[in-house]
């Protein structure tokens, strides 16, 4: 790996190049803006550094693209990580005959939002019927592009969106009365295929479909009534192999699959009786580390774990009866800050952290008793924007759309 070369010869403080709020990365590209301040030396040329890790990165794009009217360049970019299901840092650096500038600041760019069905970075809304049928919402911030309709019935459930085929579009896994797995392979609102994928003995139990190895495949994650995990991991609707992970105990209840160290691959988050946060971090079936983060006063409960600030590492949110939240901002094991933000009133329920915007951070989904669907759009605990998306029938459940 190349890290950006920091030139004293550049006259130019690092503020002076800021890469703009990112666009959605879509397959393995990105849409870059950048801009430089009006004391800056004239720029050469530019060079785009893509990395795992903030600071330490190769070169994806080097040259001088076109500015607009309003002084802003634009470069798409293709960037190899984004293609095999990484989440990367990007940031810039300015060249002239002096040298090469101090990097601009680092964005982190997901490899896709969660229950993203049709593949353009913005996570999408699933509705399920009393009756069985199923609706998709294709979103955009809180306009609906699309909607399509699905007959699924009753005999079955619902228990994932994950990307089982990497195309960087959410399938859909059910799991039968019966125990029966399948799955439908997802374009948008189209089911482009339906199969199954493995009858599973009632005494175990889909928990959740996080990418465990990073290859950008979902995997299923599973739990014994003896407390013992084990996950199928995916290729499509093929299982590649199963691997046992550990037994916790029966005082432990599975939280959530947050990517806590961003390293793209998703671990696992449990919360003991006594209150206790204990958490694996994992590469496929192995546990590389783990560790417990905190232990929570009596009646807090984990809410969801997405990436409320866009820095690759999964927050953890903790809601209260009042509707306020309260938020742990993550680094790996260790607990790099925390917030506290009001709800939005009496009557609101959350129902899920989905990133609606495709700007790489968690938004808040609530919906009223009455039936009307909110969105809050979130960076850290602050509301940059809000807006109601549609009031539908109390008949109609919001599937879950934290992984």
Known sequence: MRTASLSARWMVAASTLALLIPCPALAESVSLRWMEAAESERALGFRVYAGLTEGDGEIVYEGLPAKDEEGVYHADVEIEELDQGLGVYVWLTATNQRGESPPSNANFYSAGAVNDLDGDGRSDILWRHDSGLLVAFLMNGTSINHTGLMWAGNDRSVVGTPDLDGDGRADIVWRGLDGLVSAWLMDGTDVIADAQISTLPLDWTIIATPDLDGDGRGDILLRHATGYLGAWFMDGTAITSFGGIGLFGTAWTFAAAPDLDADGRDDLLFQH????????????????????????????????????????????????????????FMNGLAIAGWSLAPGPGPGWVVQGFPDLNGDNRGDILWRHVDGSVHAWFMDGMQILDQGPIVTVGTDW??????R
């Open 273 to 328: 009786t006594n209150g206790t946060l204990h958490a694996w971090l994992m590469d496929g079936a192995t546990i590389v580390s783990e560790g417990a983060i905190f232990t929570l006063p009596g009646g807090w409960q984990v809410s969801g774990a997405p990436d409320l600030n866009g820095d690759g590492h999964s927050d953890l949110l903790f809601g209260f009866d009042s509707g306020d939240f309260f938020a742990f």
């Open 397 to 402: 459940t919001i599937l879950d759309v934290m």
